[in-house]
């Protein structure tokens, strides 16, 4: 696939190991929260390693069949803690992708169909976690990532 420009999402994303997790949603469903639990998370040690990518947009391209996430330099290492305002974190400027997380979804289910938990951004296949609206998603990504079953 021939790489095109980067295209810039409203969402976070966050390094959780090797691999980044795409945090996206509506405003004020919890995306810049989500980020700030997986960096405590692996500050508390109960994952290996967390750190911002970026907060509330990024640049995303296909590269190779995958997907990078780009920080937008006015916005590196910048994150909005409600109740604090923008604070300063550690960051990486690229991550590869391999999880999306769709907060507030309208189609999260239970039980969800095997198989349904697939998106396609930019024309690259990804693992989807659609996280219900009122759900506390970092256990589910947790979850996601440390379970064998395919979502």
Do not use: C
């Not at 970026?54 to 590269?63: H, L």
């Not at 923008?86 to 289910?109: E, G, K, M, T």
């Amino acid at each position: 696939m021939a790489a095109t420009g980067p295209a810039t999402i409203h969402a976070s994303a966050v390094l959780f190991g090797a691999r980044a997790v795409l945090i996206r949603g509506p405003t004020g469903s919890g995306k810049s929260r989500l980020a700030l639990a997986l960096i405590a998370a692996a500050a508390a040690g109960t994952i290996p390693f967390a750190r911002l990518v970026a907060d509330d947009r990024i640049y995303v391209e296909a590269r190779h069949g995958r997907l990078l996430a780009r920080t937008p330099e006015q916005l590196a290492g910048l994150i909005e803690v409600r109740g604090l305002g923008i604070r300063q974190l550690a960051h990486d400027p690229v991550a590869l992708v391999d999880l999306v997380v769709d907060l507030a979804a309208a189609d999260a289910s239970r039980l969800p169909a095997p198989g349904s938990g697939q998106i396609e951004i930019e024309g690259v296949r990804l693992a989807r976690l659609a996280v219900a609206p009122a759900a506390d998603p970092l256990p589910l990504v947790l979850a996601a990532r440390t379970t064998t079953s395919r979502l």
